[in-house]
């Protein structure tokens, strides 16, 4: 049982490149959520998925987009990289929704040049 | 505008100690759920309170929830070195928000020997 792993650990990209963040939880739970955390910062939500074929905003959704296959995957899809998206992202899973522990991917760091 | 706000936001303390963290926040809720974070490393749930005056304990750690004054307490008893780390709180905006988190920027303790 691995929990929520997340790839690339670490990543340098150019402005306006394009990447894709994975995401994988393999506990079948039915909420995944991106969020970053910038340096001294809490979390924010990015986006947020309830099953497969349904996600929606969160907080700060500008310049990400997710899609969900599967109940597996939760893959955030930056397209046009800028410097304000340098940060440390991070996938979490819940079973339910509301009163529901929160389990995290061990995060990306990734730094926008 | 939201705020959910930790203090203090870094703490030096001797082992053996006694402290205690403070999570204010400013919108109404009756859900927030405590976290660690080690240096570099992922986030992992400590307690999850559900209701006003709740208390959950493990440990050295003790967290209380008081939605009366929008404030919730991290008490550390007799602190060890192992307990250092990066706490946060999380404010659950329930169910008209679709149970969005938002998170204080986190206490970082250092507990020296």
């Known amino acids: 049982n691995a929990g929520v792993t997340q790839t690339p650990k670490f990543r340098i990209l150019k402005i306006g490149q394009s990447m894709t963040l994975q995401c994988t939880q393999d506990m079948n739970h039915n909420y995944m959520y991106w969020y970053r955390q910038d340096p001294g910062m809490g979390l924010k939500l990015i986006y947020y998925?309830?099953?497969?074929?349904?996600?929606d905003k969160g907080e700060v959704p500008n310049g990400y987009n997710v899609s969900r296959s599967t109940t597996e995957d939760f893959p955030l899809r930056l397209e046009l990289a800028a410097p304000s998206q340098t940060s440390v992202y991070f996938c979490?899973?819940?079973?339910?929704?509301?009163?529901?522990?929160?389990?995290f991917g061990p995060g990306t760091r990734l730094l926008v040049l | 505008e939201l705020k959910v706000e930790q203090n203090p936001l870094f703490l030096s303390m001797q082992e053996g100690k006694n402290y205690t963290i403070y999570c204010n926040y400013s919108t109404t809720s009756d859900r927030l759920y405590w976290y660690r974070q080690d240096p570099g490393k992922s986030l992992e749930s400590l307690f999850v309170?559900?209701?006003n005056g709740a208390v959950k304990q493990e440990g050295r750690l003790m967290a209380s929830l008081d939605t009366k004054a929008r404030l919730s307490t991290l008490h550390i008893t007799a602190a060890v070195h192992d307990l250092s780390a990066t706490y946060f709180c999380a404010v659950d905006l329930g169910r008209d928000s679709n149970y969005q988190l938002i998170w204080g920027a986190g206490t970082k303790l250092i507990i020296k020997p």
């Open positions: 979490a899973s819940s079973y339910y929704r509301d009163q529901e522990t929160q389990y």
């Open positions: 309170l559900l209701s």
């Open positions: 998925s309830v099953g497969a074929g349904i996600t």
